[in-house]
């Protein structure tokens, strides 16, 4: 089973600013299968990227992700008052599995 | 626009089977390009894959769930189904149906989710 390893657990930021998100893996990921999800609470998980860097439909281009192998990112290039949310990454290529969390909040 | 409701009981017994069903609109769960499967998320914790179908019948598993799980495919109603035996308050949770595109899309559709509580 694929581990995988969100850092850090929670990220304190403004609105404004850039956030930036850790996925690490415990083995290489299949054809870089990574996806990243927006939870808010109460709703179910939303999906923003997939293929490691491919943004699903609608989601804003401030979105971006990165990264191969074992190392992936997700970045927000300004944060806006919407994407104060809990983020999970997941791998597909073996089966699935999900990281722990990060939760962004406010500063 | 592909919609997914999951249906079923809110409380289950202890040592019972817990059984959800997922209904599928806007879309056919017969598609070959899609699998379907459940996840769940105890309260307040993260997201856990449960298991997959594939329209075939092929199914797969999260082996920490031990065998307990099964999935099943009715393509008839356009539903998939969750039978989840011997449950415990460990398994008290919030179970999401979803649709998953793969390489072409990961787990792209959700159901809005099932809170199902498990209590003697």
């Known amino acids: 089973e694929i581990v995988l390893t969100q850092s850090p657990g929670t990220l304190s930021l403004s609105p404004g600013e850039r956030a930036t998100l850790s996925c690490r893996a415990s083995q290489s990921v299949n054809s870089n299968y990574l996806a990243w999800y927006q939870q808010k609470p109460g709703q179910a998980p939303r999906l923003l990227i997939y293929g490691a860097s491919s943004r699903a439909t609608g989601i804003p281009d401030r979105f971006s992700g990165s990264g191969s192998g074992t190392d992936f990112t997700l970045t927000i290039s300004r944060l806006e008052p919407e994407d104060f949310a809990v983020y999970y990454c997941?791998?597909?290529?073996?089966?699935?599995?999900f990281g722990q969390g990060t939760k962004l909040e406010i500063k | 626009q592909v919609q997914l409701q999951e249906s079923g009981p809110g409380l289950v017994k202890t040592s019972e089977t817990l059984s959800l069903t997922c209904t599928v609109s806007?879309?056919?769960?017969?598609?070959?390009?899609?699998?379907w499967g459940w996840i769940r998320q105890p309260p307040g914790k993260g997201l856990e894959w449960i298991g997959s179908?594939?329209?075939?019948?092929?199914?797969y598993y999260n082996s920490s769930l031990k065998s307990r799980a099964a999935i099943s495919i009715d393509m008839s109603k356009n539903q998939f189904s969750l039978r989840l035996s011997s449950v415990t308050a460990a398994d008290t949770a919030v179970y999401y149906c979803?649709?998953?595109?793969?390489?072409?899309?990961?787990?792209?559709?959700w159901g809005q989710g099932t809170l199902a509580t498990v209590s003697s």
């Open positions: 179908i594939y329209y075939s019948g092929s199914t």
């Open positions: 979803a649709r998953d595109a793969g390489g072409a899309g990961a787990t792209d559709y």
């Open positions: 997941q791998q597909y290529g073996n089966l699935y599995t």
């Open positions: 806007g879309g056919s769960i017969s598609s070959s390009s899609y699998y």
